[in-house]
Nanobody, 114 residues
Framework: QVQLVESGGGLVQAGGSLRLFCVAS????????MGWFRQTPGKQRELVAR???????TYADSVKGRFTISRDNAKNTVYLQMNSLKPEDTAVYYC????????WGQGTQVTVSS
């Protein structure tokens, strides 16, 4: 069993940066895929970025070039570095793990003001 806890969200002005953290209670080294999703009211949850145990990364088109996902298996942590933030990035961001996405965190709010 793996439990995920996100942190690092907050309020930032457009053009600013935030770094999200996802700490796993178990060993994430055995989990092949981890990712970050986001959701706004009335919309489906969307995949923002994912990273495999081998370090292969995939990003949504809307965040390419601005967001970077990384993982540190020794620290059981996955990161999402978000730069050049836009108001449309405002959402609750969720960390997820496993294929299919078996494990989810509780979410952290990111608000980008214009």
């Amino acid at each position: 069993q793996v439990q995920l806890v996100e942190s690092g969200g907050g309020l930032v002005q457009a053009g600013g940066s935030l770094r999200l953290f996802c700490v796993a209670s178990g060993r994430i080294s055995s989990i092949h895929v981890m990712g970050w999703f986001r959701q706004t009211p009335g919309k489906q949850r969307e995949l923002v970025a994912r990273i495999t145990s081998g370090g292969s990364r995939t990003y949504a088109d809307s965040v390419k070039g601005r967001f970077t996902i990384s993982r540190d298996n020794a620290k059981n942590t996955v990161y999402l570095q978000m730069n050049s933030l836009k108001p449309e990035d405002t959402a609750v961001y969720y960390c997820a793990a496993g294929v299919p996405w078996n494990y989810w965190g509780q979410g952290t709010q990111v608000t980008v003001s214009s």
